[in-house]
C-alpha cells in the first residue's frame, strides 16, 4: 500500500463513528504482510520516542486478532519489559456485568480461552485492581486529532479507562494517520494520551 492509499483518511474530515468501522475494517484487512512488517517496526521505533519517563510497574495490553490484521502490540511489550525489569502484564477479560472488564496478570502458566468473540482470555490469572494498572496499550480501528478513537463498538475500554488514575497512561497504534474529527464522540468516550502511527506520535 502507498503513502497516499494510507493518508487517503485525511482527505475525510468529519465521520461518523459506523462508516468508520466500516471504511477502516476494509483499510486494514486489505493490508499486505509486508505493509504490516514495515509498519510495525515504524511503531516500535515512534513508541521508543514517547515523551513519557515515568516506570511501568504494571502494563495492560491486549491481544491482537491477527484475522483482522489487528496491531500486535507484542514488540511493544518486550521493549517495555526491558527498560521496566519486573513490569507485571496484565490482559483484560469481559465480565457478564453489562460492558465491563477485569484484569488478570499473565505469566508463562496463563491459560487463555476464546471468549464470543472470538478473543483470547486469560482463564487461571490472578485478578488485579484497575487502579494499580500505569500504562493501557489500547486496540483501535482510526482516531481523530482530539484522541478519540473507534474501536469495535461495544465502549469496553472507554469504561475501564474511565476507572484508571489519573496518570495513568494510556496509547493507541494506527497503521492510518487520524481523520480530523470523529462526529458522534460523546462524554462516555475518553480520549487516549498518545496514539502513534509510523510517522508521528501524537500527544492529546
Known sequence: MDMEGRNFCLKKTIMLKKDIRKQYNAKRLALTERDI??????????????????????????????????????????????????????????????FDMEHFLMD?????????????????APRIDVEEIDMVLVPLLA?????????????????????????????GFSYFDPINRIEDADGFDVPLNFCITPDAVYEF
Open 37 to 98: 512488517a514495515r509498519w510495525d517496526d515504524l511503531l516500535l521505533i515512534r513508541f521508543q520516542q514517547l515523551p513519557v519517563d515515568v516506570p511501568v510497574q504494571t502494563l495492560s495490553t491486549y491481544l491482537a486478532l491477527p484475522h483482522k490484521n489487528e496491531f500486535d502490540t507484542q514488540h511493544i511489550v518486550r521493549y517495555l519489559e526491558f527498560v521496566n525489569p519486573g513490569m507485571r502484564i496484565t490482559i483484560p477479560r469481559i465480565t457478564d456485568r453489562g
Open 108 to 124: 508463562d502458566d496463563t491459560v487463555f480461552v476464546l471468549n464470543k468473540y472470538g478473543i483470547a482470555e486469560p482463564e487461571n
Open 143 to 171: 482516531f481523530d486529532l482530539n484522541g478519540n478513537r473507534v474501536g469495535y463498538g461495544k465502549g469496553y475500554y472507554d469504561r475501564f479507562l474511565s476507572k484508571c488514575r489519573p496518570d495513568t497512561v494510556s496509547i
